[in-house]
């Protein structure tokens, strides 16, 4: 009876062995006669090379994430999954972390720069811009960089802000703001031209107490400090009833202003600007020649006012209320 049992276990042993043999083989058989590939090396490798490695054993690759890492240079691979020398099938994933480079970098150079230019070389960096300030400079052009805050080559770590100073060219030209309060629009705007300041809105009122077409207001006014090209607007003194009077032609909606230009041998450079509604335009600006007749049509009703000059020079103004 003993030996009966005996024979019976050492014939499930038998029966055991066989089956892992046959199941090993079998096993073994199938992934032979699968495509398997070597995963290769590719940590430290730059990203296009690895990517064409990767592809040419048709393996797909992924990547997980870029970080910074001060041992491997930008765009070359830190971390591989599966690790070199892997067996795997074609078409598997082999997952990567690319390098950003090292985390602190030597501050660029930015000075005489132009704006536009500095926030290009900072966005390249991973640098950002942080408080711009504006100064007038008598050396640096207009939108171009004073002065960095960290300064050039100075050790600075990737996305910090970069203060920038920046020009806001040559300060101009500061003046007295002259009285021109009393005078004539026509004095009024030559006094304006000669302290380098331009005309701005001009505007009408009746006031008999005043002279006729003077200006009566100002802004700014007078005595403040202005800067060159600084606008000045205007407040004339006109009645309706010396309007009436003008030695103008009064077509529906418009007015027309005629002038001949003197005979001679030698063009004359004409041009005829009009204010109103706030903005200032050329009507004319152009070369006529001598006995030839300037016509200009000004719009009524709209506190406009025409100033015409001629070969630079004003020597006409006309107001329309």
């Known amino acids: 009876m003993f030996f009966r049992f005996l024979k019976i276990i050492a014939l499930f042993l038998v029966f055991g062995v066989v089956t892992g043999v046959c199941a090993y083989l079998t096993l073994t058989f199938i992934i032979k006669n699968e495509d398997t590939v070597v995963v290769p090396d590719v940590v430290g490798k730059e990203v296009v ?22 041992a491997i240079t930008a765009n070359h691979v830190i971390f591989q999954e599966p690790e070199a020398g892997t067996v795997i099938k074609k078409g598997r ?29 900072l966005e390249t960096n ?9 100064t007038y400079h008598s050396e640096i052009s207009k939108d171009h960089i004073i002065t960095q805050t960290p300064y050039p080559n100075t050790t600075i770590r990737r996305n910090a802000n970069v203060d920038l100073l920046i020009s806001l060219g040559k300060r101009p030209l500061a003046y007295i703001m002259p009285d021109l309060k009393t005078m004539t629009v026509s004095d009024a705007v030559i006094a304006l031209e000669q302290n380098n300041l331009k005309l701005g809105e001009i505007k009408i009122k009746m006031d008999k107490g005043a002279s006729e077409d003077v200006v009566i207001r100002q802004e700014p006014q007078a005595g403040q400090r202005v800067i ?29 202003f005629r002038h001949r230009i003197a005979d001679g041998y030698l063009k004359h450079h004409i041009r005829v600007q009009l204010n109103g509604f706030g903005v200032a335009n050329d009507l004319i600006d152009d070369y006529y020649s001598p006995g030839e007749e300037v016509w200009v049509l000004i719009p009524r009703n709209s506190n406009t006012t025409m100033l015409f000059y001629e070969d630079d020079q004003l020597i006409e103004t006309r107001l329309s209320d």
């Open 49 to 70: 090379h690895t990517l064409k490695t990767l592809s040419d054993l048709e393996l797909n690759t992924k990547v997980r994430k870029f970080e910074y890492n001060a």
């Open 93 to 121: 994933d082999v997952r990567l972390i690319i390098s950003k480079g090292t985390q602190t970098i030597q501050m660029p150079n930015l000075k005489n720069l132009s704006h536009r230019q500095a926030l290009i070389i």
């Open 126 to 134: 991973d640098l950002g811009a942080g408080i711009g300030s504006l």
């Open 228 to 256: 060159a090209q600084s606008v000045v607007n205007l407040l004339v003194n006109q009645t309706r009833t010396t309007q009436k009077n003008k030695d103008w032609t009064l077509p529906q909606g418009v007015i027309l």
